[in-house]
């Protein structure tokens, strides 16, 4: 690994960018979780908040950065073990204003 005069540490990645593919088993040790399925988490628990809290699976799926509406239901489906629909009905999923400052008021009914 060498530096250049920017100060950037130039190695397999260019010292630009480290994404997933420059990432080693090292960076799994904050929460345990490799960078991708991390994020595939965060993006389905979003998903899984606007689904219960009433909007559309069509419009999650759309706004939340799936190829399409099957795509969130596989994903729904892998973490839960239930359809999107059934999801939507869960109260565990109650939108709070601490996990949502800027949604939770108005979500509610």
Do not use: I
């Given at each position: 690994?060498?530096?250049?005069?920017?100060?950037?540490?130039?190695?397999?990645c260019?010292?630009?960018?480290?994404?997933?593919?420059?990432r080693?088993?090292?960076?799994?040790?904050?929460i345990?979780?490799?960078?991708?399925?991390?994020?595939?988490?965060?993006?389905?628990?979003?998903?899984?908040?606007?689904?219960?809290?009433?909007?559309?699976?069509?419009?999650?799926?759309?706004?939340?950065?799936?190829?399409?509406?099957?795509?969130?239901?596989?994903?729904?489906?892998?973490?839960?073990?239930?359809?999107?629909?059934?999801?939507?009905?869960?109260?565990?999923?109650?939108?709070?204003?601490?996990?949502?400052?800027d949604?939770?008021?108005?979500?509610?009914?």
């Open positions: 690994m060498r530096v250049s005069r920017a100060g950037l540490r130039a190695g397999t260019g010292g630009v960018s480290r994404g997933a593919a420059c080693g088993p090292e960076d799994n040790s904050q345990g979780l490799p960078p991708k399925r991390a994020a595939k988490l965060v993006r389905f628990d979003h998903a899984a908040h606007r689904l219960a809290a009433g909007e559309g699976a069509a419009r999650v799926a759309a706004d939340g950065g799936y190829a399409d509406q099957s795509h969130l239901h596989r994903d729904v489906v892998a973490f839960t073990s239930a359809t999107p629909a059934t999801l939507a009905g869960e109260p565990w999923l109650a939108v709070d204003d601490t996990a949502w400052p949604r939770g008021p108005q979500l509610r009914s």
